[in-house]
């Protein structure tokens, strides 16, 4: 199981995506926008580099739902492979069978 402390964490930064998300959005797409001055590009881009550094959804991590493993995460059913292998063995994911018994 991971440390509470980087559960917490994450569940923090997503709270941050989510919160800047639109209007990061719109401060990426006037930064590319070539209809615009370079000046309210470069205005655009600097509010961009203003916001919080956790606002990058880049900096959200998959983590299993239910332990928070970072490593070996499978976006299919939101668990790491350890768990994934665990759950599919005890016939809790539906429609997965193991290959060789």
């Given at each position: 199981?991971a440390?509470?402390s980087k ?7 997503r709270?941050?995506?989510a919160?800047?998300?639109?209007r990061?959005?719109e401060?990426?797409r006037a930064?590319v ?18 916001l ?10 998959n983590?299993?739902?239910?332990d928070g493993?970072?490593?070996g995460?499978l976006?299919?059913?939101?668990t790491?492979?350890v768990?994934?292998?665990e ?6 994911l ?7 018994w």
């Amino acid at each position: 199981m991971a440390k509470n402390s980087k559960i917490a964490a994450d569940k923090r930064r997503r709270a941050v995506v989510a919160r800047y998300a639109e209007r990061r959005a719109e401060l990426k797409r006037a930064s590319v926008n070539p209809h615009l001055s370079a000046v309210e590009r470069e205005a655009a881009m600097a509010a961009l580099h203003a916001l919080p550094r956790d606002a990058s959804p880049t900096r959200v991590r998959n983590r299993d739902a239910v332990d928070g493993r970072p490593r070996g995460y499978l976006r299919v059913t939101g668990t790491s492979r350890v768990r994934f292998r665990e759950m599919a063995s005890r016939g809790e994911l539906p429609g997965i069978v193991k290959s060789s018994w």
